[in-house]
């Protein structure tokens, strides 16, 4: 267990199947490499495509 402030780390949370909630926390200084950020400009298109699909699939299955 680490005892560091708040401040000096990463958080992250995302639902998962069955309605179950998924929270983790990262201490900066465990945390190796940040991800990589790019413009959807900037990737080769069969990557763009993919992306669109991907994103298109999530809108048709949103239940709002």
Same mark, same amino acid.
């Given at each position: 267990?680490?005892?560091?402030?708040?401040?000096?780390? +990463? +958080?992250?949370?995302?639902?998962?199947?069955?309605?179950?909630?998924? +929270?983790?926390?990262?201490?900066?200084?465990?945390?190796?490499?940040?991800?990589?950020?790019?413009?959807?400009?900037?990737?080769?298109?069969?990557?763009?495509?993919?992306?669109?699909?991907?994103?298109?699939?999530?809108?048709?299955?949103?239940?709002?």
């Amino acid at each position: 267990m680490y005892k560091t402030s708040i401040k000096n780390l +990463f +958080f992250a949370q995302w639902e998962r199947a069955n309605d179950n909630l998924y +929270f983790t926390s990262i201490p900066i200084s465990e945390f190796e490499k940040s991800p990589e950020q790019k413009p959807i400009s900037k990737v080769p298109e069969i990557l763009k495509q993919g992306i669109h699909e991907f994103l298109k699939s999530l809108g048709n299955n949103l239940d709002f």
